[in-house]
């Protein structure tokens, strides 16, 4: 199982960005398919964004599409999370997921089977 570790969250205002990093390490990366999620406060987890093998495709939840971007490097053994136009709404603590099922698409929490410790991402109004 592959090890991920979060990091780049804080606090920011409206309209802000930030950059998520998840740092993989203990397994072949790049047959991993990679996943962003969030979770806030009384709510359920929620599918951000995720990326396949080669970095060719991504896919976004609907409350984020057009405002983040997934990207990863296999020769850095890392996934990024770009996060512009941040809203309030946008405050939870974010995970980074491996999934070792698919190649292609997933957005399916059980399915992944290796999760980091979170990252709190805090958006100011």
């Known amino acids: 199982q592959v090890q991920l570790v979060e990091s780049g969250g804080g606090l920011v205002q409206a309209g802000g960005s930030l950059r998520l990093s998840c740092a993989a390490s203990?397994?072949?990366?790049?047959?991993?398919?990679m996943g962003w999620f969030r979770q806030a406060p009384g709510k359920e987890l929620e599918f951000i964004a995720g990326?396949?093998?080669?970095?060719?495709?991504?896919s976004y939840g609907d409350s984020v599409k057009g405002r983040f971007t997934i990207s990863r490097s296999n020769s850095k053994n890392t996934v990024y999370l770009q996060m512009n136009a941040l809203k309030p709404e946008d405050t939870a603590v974010y995970y980074c997921?491996?999934?070792?099922?698919?190649?292609?698409?997933?957005?399916?929490?059980?399915?992944?089977?290796?999760w980091g410790q979170g990252t709190q991402v805090t958006v100011s109004s």
């Open positions: 990326i396949t093998w080669s970095g060719g495709s991504a």
């Open positions: 203990g397994g072949t990366f790049s047959r991993y398919y």
């Open positions: 997921a491996a999934d070792s099922t698919t190649e292609f698409r997933d957005s399916i929490p059980a399915d992944f089977g290796s």
